[in-house]
């Protein structure tokens, strides 16, 4: 989530009603949603365009990168993500959430989701080099529909400052 000041853009709801279309209940602010790829060391490889912060991140992802991603688990290279992408489908692996009623995770289960969150926080490394870095990623004051563009930049200049090149196909 990208923080953001101007946001008078109205939307409607999944119950009917009409919400302010960057506001994020998840963050408790006016955002932008931005869905992103790391490498397993941590590089950020790809950004997509941004979506208001009202829309969930599976949402987003479906929107963007989830047919990438599914013709990448077909052969053999899963993806790792949090419990936003919950459903999201095959290759998408996600936590495995506590059971309701008091019960305890399987110890399988525990393990699963501690290695899950290890490997994660080596690709989480990518927005915190993107947002650490790039000042202008920490509050936009633009127009929200530019973080996207503004975001693809800082990729472009993190690339070039970790001296990658990508492969071009």
Known sequence: MIPVDR???QTVSVKGGSIDAWYSGKA???AGNLQALSAPGGLPLWIAEVEPGSVH???AARAHVLGA???AAATGLPTLADSGYEGA???IHTPIKQ???NQILSPDNR???RLLRALRCLGERGFALLKGRWRTLQHITVSPSRIGDIARAALVLTHFEHDYIPEIR
């Open 99 to 101: 059971p309701k009623d």
């Open 28 to 30: 408790h602010q006016h």
């Open 89 to 91: 489908g095959i290759g």
């Open 111 to 113: 393990t699963y989701n």
């Open 69 to 71: 991603l599914y013709a």
């Open 57 to 59: 991140d599976l949402t």
């Open 7 to 9: 946001c008078a853009e």
